[in-house]
């Protein structure tokens, strides 16, 4: 890498400026909002599922550290109810780490085809124990087996650190695959949802549900 003098600009090859997409699909009234916001949330999905998505339930996930420092990652939605959002992933990861320390974190589904954004604030609750296992147990075995080869977010010397730690695994779990300690769930209950749908002239919709005790009240923010 070459180190840029203060004040200078790195050299573009690509006129990232001049990107840009009118948005034009849809557009979102308050008389389109569901009384709940995960009723809302379910409509959506089911409407990028039907669209055929790619990885319609894949989200952002943003945490923050100790020293305050932000990260984000992209995971799976693996369920969703009237208790929040859940994913799973190996706990001692970054954001597992992140979590234990600042259960408070935020969602992103970004669903660009359909010019569509669902944005989360809330807290993350770890999942028990037996709701952990059970969805372990549903998944394929190479990716069980992976769960067992991989300390999530720790250094390795190389690949084949990593392959042959696979290759162990298969040989300790010939048959049934158990989930690892350290693998585990989270539900994010959540306080906040936004709903941005594009328009154009970049006039989007930004339609906002926020917790109020057991009531959610609905605003409308400027784009």
Known sequence: ??????????????????????????GLAESDLE?????????WLREALAADLYDANAMVVATVGADFAPSSRMVLLKGVSSRGFVFYTNTGSRKGRELAGNPRCALLFPWHPLERQVRVDGVATPLGRDAVEEYFASRPRKSRLGAWASHQSHPVRGRD??????????????????????WGGYVVRPEVIEFWQGRPGRMHDRLVYRREGDVWRTERLAP
């Open 35 to 43: 009384p709940d916001p995960l009723a809302m949330f379910d409509r």
């Open 161 to 182: 650190e990593l392959q042959q730690a696979f290759e162990d695994a298969e040989r300790r779990f010939p048959e049934e695959v158990p989930a690892p300690e350290e």
């Open 1 to 26: 890498m070459t180190d840029l003098e203060d004040g200078a600009e790195p050299e573009q090859t690509i006129d990232l400026a001049a990107l840009r997409e009118e948005y034009s699909r849809a």
